[in-house]
C-alpha cells in the first residue's frame, strides 16, 4: 500500500498545478529573537488563578426532575458515522433512550444506552448513562433528546463530511482547562471565535478534582455542567491526562482512572484497541491518534503493540493528516514537567518520523510551545549522538496545556531557548487546526488577552506525505 501510495503522491505534486501565496507569520505583541526561535515578550498581569465557586451560574443544575446534566458527546465508531451521547442523572436512574431526527426528517430514531454508577471514598456518583447513536449519515445535523419519562432537554450536533484526501475540517484545540476563571474565558474564547471549530481535541486534564481534599468528585459533577454549552453540541476527543488517574491509595482509591473511565466513553473497541485510553479515528481528511501517557508503553505491552500494528494502517490518500495527541510533551522548554515524556518518546519518536506524523498536540505544562520539525532518534548508547537535529519527516510538537486551570501558569522557562524551540508563551489560550485540503493546513493559536479575531502564533503546515517541504518559521541563527 505504501508503494502505491508514493506513486499517487508523486503524481499529485507534479501534475497539480496551483499557485499557491503562503504568507510566513508569527504574530506577537513583541518578541524576543534568540537562537531558538522566538520567546513572546508578551506580559500578562498577575492574578491569583482560582476556580469559580460551586454556586457560580455555569455550574447552574438544569430545572426539573431528574432533568440530564452534564451533556457530553464523541465520536462513537472509527469513520464518523456514530456519536457517543453521555449524560447524568441525579435523582433516579431514569431512562437511557435517545430519540434522535435528522434536520428536515421528522421521523425519529431511538437508541437505547446503558447506566452506570461507582463511588469514591465518600462520594457516590448520579447515574450515568451512556448511548451510541449508529449508522448515522454524514454531514447531516441531527437533534436529540434526553430525560424521556421526567424532564426531557434537547441538543443537536453536526455530523462530519465523508472521509476523504481533500476535505476542510476545522479542529479545536483545547488542554489542562480545569473550572477557574480562567478556564470560563478559554471556553468563551473558543466559542466566540470567528472562525469555528468542529470538533474539539482535548489534551487532557479535565476537571482537577484531585487538587480538592480527598479528590472531591463533586468537582467532577460541575466541570461536566460547566462544559455542557459546548460538549453536548460538538465531539471532544478525549486523551487522558495525570489529573485522570485519581489514584488515591491513602483514602483506599486504588483503581487508576475511575472517575474519568466511568463519565467519558471512547470508540477505541472500533480500532482493535483493549483499553480506552488509547485509540484512533478518522475525521474529514484525518486521523487521529491518541495515546496515553500514564499507561504502560514499553515493548511488548498493549500500548505498544497497539501502535505497532497502528501506523501501517494509516492510508495517506484517504486521510493525508496524521495527528497525534498526547497528554505529557515530548519536546518541552518549560522547567515544569521537563522531560517527564521523554521515555515515551525514546520508545515511539523513530515511528512518528517512519510514518511522518504532521503533528503532535501535547498539554501538561500549564502554557503555549510549538516546536520545528525536529528528531532525535540517532543516539544508540555508544555513538553519543543525542540532540535534536531539523527533519523534514518529523512532525511539530505543539504544547497546549494552556486552557487555564487553578495551577496557574508556568511561567519559567530554560534558557537560552533551545534550538527546536520555534516559539513559546506563559500565557492561557486554545488554538485551531484548518485543515484545506490534502497539502496545506492553518494553525494558529489565541491567548485569552486578545480579541477574538487576533492570533499570537499561526503557521501554514505543509502535509508530510503531500508536500514534504520546509514550513519552519524560526529565525535563523
Not at 525514546?346 to 512518528?352: A, D, G, I, T, Y
Not at 498539554?363 to 532525535?376: F, I, K, L, Q, T
Not at 540532540?387 to 518529523?394: E, I, L
Given at each position: 500500500m505504501v508503494g502505491a501510495q508514493d506513486k499517487v503522491r508523486r503524481w499529485w505534486c507534479s501534475s497539480v498545478n496551483v499557485v499557491?501565496?503562503?504568507?510566513?507569520?508569527?504574530?506577537?505583541?513583541?518578541?524576543?529573537?534568540?537562537?531558538?526561535?522566538?520567546?513572546?515578550?508578551?506580559?500578562?498581569?498577575?492574578?491569583?488563578?482560582?476556580?469559580?465557586?460551586?454556586?457560580?451560574?455555569?455550574?447552574?443544575?438544569?430545572?426539573?426532575?431528574?432533568?440530564?446534566?452534564?451533556?457530553?458527546?464523541?465520536q462513537g465508531d472509527h469513520e464518523g458515522k456514530a456519536v457517543i451521547v453521555s449524560w447524568v442523572t441525579m435523582d433516579v436512574s431514569g431512562s437511557s433512550r435517545v430519540f434522535y431526527w435528522s434536520e428536515n426528517s421528522m421521523h425519529k430514531h431511538m437508541a437505547k444506552g446503558k447506566v452506570t454508577t461507582y463511588k469514591f471514598y465518600n462520594y457516590t456518583s448520579g447515574h450515568i448513562h451512556h448511548c451510541n447513536l449508529k449508522h448515522l449519515e454524514y454531514n447531516t445535523k441531527y437533534y436529540y433528546e434526553l430525560g424521556i419519562g421526567h424532564t426531557t432537554r434537547t441538543f443537536w450536533f453536526k455530523t462530519p463530511p465523508e472521509v476523504g484526501p481533500d476535505v476542510p475540517y476545522v479542529f479545536g484545540l483545547i488542554g489542562d482547562l480545569g473550572q477557574s476563571y480562567d478556564s470560563n474565558k478559554t471556553l468563551t474564547h473558543y466559542e466566540l471565535g470567528p472562525t469555528k471549530g468542529e470538533t474539539v481535541l482535548f489534551m487532557g486534564d479535565l476537571s482537577y478534582a484531585d487538587n480538592y481534599p480527598n479528590h472531591d468528585n463533586r468537582r467532577w459533577d460541575t466541570w461536566g455542567r460547566f462544559v455542557e454549552r459546548s460538549t453536548a453540541y460538538q465531539p471532544w476527543v478525549w486523551t487522558a491526562g495525570n489529573h485522570e488517574l485519581d489514584f488515591a491509595p491513602e483514602i483506599g482509591e486504588t483503581e487508576p482512572f475511575k472517575p474519568f473511565s466511568h463519565r467519558y466513553q471512547t470508540p477505541y473497541k472500533a480500532s482493535n484497541s483493549t483499553s480506552p485510553f488509547w485509540y484512533s479515528i478518522k475525521r474529514a481528511s484525518a486521523y487521529i491518534i491518541v495515546l496515553s501517557s500514564y499507561s504502560a508503553y514499553g515493548k511488548y505491552t498493549p500500548q505498544y503493540k497497539w501502535l505497532e500494528t497502528e501506523l501501517p494502517k494509516v492510508n495517506r490518500s484517504e486521510t493525508p493528516w496524521l495527528i497525534v495527541l498526547v497528554h505529557s510533551p515530548w519536546y518541552?522548554?518549560?522547567?515544569?514537567?521537563?522531560?517527564?515524556?521523554?521515555?515515551?518518546?525514546?520508545?515511539?519518536?523513530?515511528?512518528?518520523?517512519?510514518?511522518?506524523?504532521?503533528?503532535?498536540?501535547?498539554?501538561?505544562?500549564?502554557?503555549?510551545?510549538?516546536?520545528?520539525?525536529?528528531?532525535?532518534?540517532?543516539?544508540?548508547?555508544?555513538?553519543?549522538?543525542?540532540?535534536?537535529?531539523?527533519?523534514?519527516?518529523?512532525?511539530?510538537?505543539?504544547?497546549?496545556?494552556?486552557?487555564?486551570?487553578?495551577?496557574?501558569?508556568?511561567?519559567?522557562?530554560?534558557?537560552?531557548?533551545?534550538?527546536?524551540?520555534?516559539?513559546?508563551?506563559?500565557?492561557?489560550?486554545?488554538?485551531?487546526f484548518e485543515i484545506k485540503n490534502r497539502t496545506h493546513a492553518y494553525y494558529n493559536w489565541h491567548r485569552n488577552q486578545d480579541g477574538y479575531a487576533v492570533q499570537a502564533d499561526s503557521l501554514w503546515f505543509f502535509n508530510r506525505f503531500w508536500y514534504p517541504i520546509d514550513d519552519s518559521t524560526s529565525a535563523k541563527s
Open positions: 499557491v501565496v503562503v504568507v510566513f507569520l508569527v504574530v506577537v505583541n513583541g518578541v524576543v529573537m534568540c537562537n531558538g526561535g522566538i520567546t513572546s515578550s508578551f506580559t500578562r498581569r498577575v492574578e491569583k488563578t482560582m476556580d469559580m465557586p460551586l454556586d457560580s451560574d455555569v455550574f447552574r443544575v438544569p430545572p426539573g426532575y431528574n432533568a440530564p446534566q452534564q451533556v457530553h458527546i464523541t518541552n522548554s518549560y522547567n515544569y514537567h521537563y522531560m517527564e515524556g521523554e521515555t515515551m518518546r525514546v520508545m515511539f519518536e523513530p515511528w512518528f518520523v517512519q510514518y511522518k506524523v504532521d503533528v503532535v498536540f501535547a498539554g501538561h505544562v500549564h502554557a503555549y510551545e510549538r516546536s520545528e520539525r525536529v528528531s532525535n532518534i540517532a543516539y544508540n548508547i555508544v555513538n553519543g549522538i543525542c540532540a535534536p537535529v531539523s527533519d523534514q519527516s518529523a512532525p511539530v510538537y505543539i504544547t497546549i496545556g494552556d486552557g487555564g486551570n487553578l495551577e496557574g501558569l508556568a511561567t519559567n522557562m530554560t534558557e537560552p531557548q533551545p534550538k527546536y524551540s520555534a516559539f513559546r508563551e506563559a500565557s492561557f489560550g486554545h488554538a485551531l
